[in-house]
T-cell receptor, first 113, second 113 residues
Framework: AQSVTQLDSHVSVSEGTPVLLRCNYSSSYSPSLFWYVQHPNKGLQLLLKYTSAATLVKGINGFEAEFKKSETSFHLTKPSAHMSDAAEYFCVVSSDSNYQLIWGAGTKLIIKP | KAGVTQTPRYLIKTRGQQVTLSCSPI?????VSWYQQTPGQGLQFLFEYFSETQRNKGNFPGRFSGRQFSNSRSEMNVSTLELGDSALYLCASSSGLEGHTQYFGPGTRLTVL
């Protein structure tokens, strides 16, 4: 069965420094992988999606994620954090059996001025 | 294209009452998924409807039910409300195909007093 683990519940970085949000997944086939973002008191927004076309996926707002099959990871990065990046980020993997999406527990990104 | 709309945006009910929430998906989308989000439990999957049929179901009691109409609009109903049902209820729309991207509405904030 598929699963997804976000390795950090909270990540705190200073404005202007790099961001790394870690995600490991398990899947018996090549899944679709997603990152979603939720700003405070807002709905969920798609950041980026991996569908096997390219291992490095570029998303909105300067974020990108790299699919590493050998490490079963799909970490989210951004070179320079901005205050507006403060939000909760969810890593998601598609199920191979029932069209469902399997959600990670979320990582809260805190940006220090 | 218009996005996913949810009505109402805010709702206050008392224990024992019932409530109906509505979701209109993106035009052409046949799948609607419902999620409950609370600070303690995070994002939890309720159920998914595809072409008017419930295709997937999460682990929620029978008090939570839903349906989908021929125009893909969906409603979810919660009967005999409990204090613990206070949450943000999110609706997501997709094509329903494998690896599909889900697009979220702004949510309905339900408060049970």
């Amino acid at each position: 069965a598929q699963s997804v683990t976000q390795l950090d519940s909270h990540v705190s970085v200073s404005e202007g420094t790099p961001v790394l949000l870690r995600c490991n997944y398990s899947s018996s086939y090549s899944p679709s992988l997603f990152w979603y973002v939720q700003h405070p008191n807002k709905g969920l927004q798609l950041l980026l999606k991996y569908t096997s076309a390219a291992t490095l996926v570029k998303g909105i707002n300067g974020f990108e994620a790299e699919f590493k099959k050998s490490e079963t990871s799909f970490h989210l990065t951004k070179p320079s954090a901005h205050m507006s990046d403060a939000a909760e980020y969810f890593c998601v993997v598609s199920s191979d059996s029932n069209y469902q999406l399997i959600w990670g527990a979320g990582t809260k990104l805190i940006i220090k001025p | 294209k218009a996005g996913v709309t949810q009505t109402p945006r805010y709702l206050i009910k008392t224990r024992g009452q019932q409530v109906t929430l509505s979701c209109s998906p993106i035009s052409g989308h046949r799948s609607v998924s419902w999620y409950q989000q609370t600070p303690g439990q995070g994002l939890q999957f309720l159920f998914e409807y595809f072409s008017e049929t419930q295709r997937n179901k999460g682990n929620f009691p029978g008090r939570f039910s839903g349906r989908q109409f021929s125009n893909s609009r969906s409603e979810m109903n919660v009967s005999t409300l409990e204090l613990g049902d206070s949450a943000l209820y999110l609706c997501a729309s997709s094509s329903g195909l494998e690896g599909h991207t889900q697009y979220f509405g702004p949510g309905t904030r339900l408060t049970v007093l």
